[in-house]
């Protein structure tokens, strides 16, 4: 039972032009989401996160938009880069206190290739 | 800036063997955790610990065991290795209370052959 999913596995884009990765979750109790981005033989690293409350949040050249009626996230990054290309991970969170004890179930990943 | 340190980054050991893989923490973290990584497949968790002793299964524990003796290590255990047990290992930790983020350790390539 795959309560978080990332349909594409791939994803190739231009140098400068926008990526978008998507995920789809299930679990209506989740209430915190987030991205990590992996390169190859290192650990995930946290990129953004979402709370629930919110539709849209940014940082830089990275966006995660939410909408809550469809369980539905995105992450937006503008303009790609080389350096950008990575497996991404999203993730989600129910309320990180009290026996939930700040579990993350996580996606499936895409991964990105940006192409100079 | 949080430091979770793993044992080894590439083991490759045969079936049967026990095998132990260590994390340790710097940041004084509750909770810490243990992922396995395949294509396809994301990071599953395979235990957690909440503090000191405390251990929770995760969503694939058959065949694991895990140990928290002190805060800041966590040891995965896998009592009798098996070629289905080849993956990349990720240990993580975040503070008890209202955090999400959870910080990773480098990863542990395993083989069982």
């Known amino acids: 039972d795959q309560q978080v999913k990332q349909n594409s596995p791939s994803l190739s884009v231009q140098e400068g032009r926008i990526s978008i990765l998507n995920c789809d979750y299930t679990?209506?109790?989740?209430?915190?989401f987030l991205w990590y981005k992996k390169y190859p033989a290192e650990g995930p690293t946290f990129l953004i996160s979402?709370?629930?409350?919110?539709d849209k949040n940014e940082d830089g050249r990275f966006t995660v938009f939410l909408n809550k009626s469809a369980k539905h996230l995105s992450l937006h990054i503008v303009p790609s880069q080389p350096g950008d290309s990575a497996v991404y991970f999203c993730?989600?969170?129910?309320?990180?206190?009290?026996?939930?004890?700040?579990?993350?179930?996580f996606g499936q990943g895409t991964i990105l290739t940006v192409h100079p | 800036d949080v430091k979770v340190t793993q044992s080894s980054r590439y083991l490759v050991k045969r079936t049967g063997e026990k095998v132990f893989l260590e994390c340790v923490q710097d940041m004084d973290h509750e909770n810490m955790f243990w992922y396995r990584q395949d294509p396809g497949l994301g990071l599953r968790l395979i235990y957690f610990?909440?503090?000191?002793?405390?251990?929770e299964k995760g969503d694939i524990p058959e065949g694991y065991s895990v140990s928290r003796e002190k805060k800041e290590r966590f040891s995965l255990i896998l009592e009798s290795a098996s070629t289905n047990q080849t993956s990349m290992y990720l240990c993580?930790?975040?503070?008890?209370?209202?955090?999400?983020?959870?910080?990773f350790g480098p990863g542990t390539r395993l083989t069982v052959t």
């Open positions: 993730a989600a969170s129910e309320w990180a206190g009290g026996t939930s004890y700040g579990k993350l179930t």
């Open positions: 610990s909440y503090d000191v002793k405390m251990k």
């Open positions: 979402i709370s629930s409350i919110k």
């Open positions: 679990n209506s109790m989740f209430d915190y």
């Open positions: 993580a930790s975040t503070a008890r209370t209202g955090a999400y983020e959870q910080y």
